[in-house]
């Protein structure tokens, strides 16, 4: 939900905008956990793990290349996923800027 500010002049034009995923408890949770577990895995290998990597391995070079295609995989998933929300707010954001749609 995008919203303004609850100080907003009552003579100024305002709109307020909710996007809902049509999903049941379980998905959502499914779906807030693949997220999550993708933020991590992130975080752990910039903050961590490259740090740390032998890049002159070529069994270390291929188990992070396995490890991130598996990434890439689920990432995709989740995009796919998110793709009528994300490009729903592109087009509202067009709309916002004055962006004509065609």
Request: charged share 25%.
């Amino acid at each position: 939900t995008v919203r303004k500010p609850d100080t907003h002049d009552l003579f100024e034009p305002w709109v307020t905008i909710s996007i809902e995923l049509p999903l049941n408890p379980t998905q959502l949770a499914e779906h807030c956990m693949q997220l999550e577990k993708l933020a991590k895995e992130r975080n752990a290998l910039i903050h961590h793990e490259l740090s740390e990597f032998n890049f002159e391995s070529d069994e270390d070079c291929k188990q992070i290349i396995m490890h991130l295609e598996n990434q890439n995989t689920t990432i995709l998933n989740e995009l796919n996923f998110l793709k009528p929300a994300i490009e729903s707010l592109i087009e509202l954001n067009k709309i916002d800027h004055g962006t004509e749609i065609h």
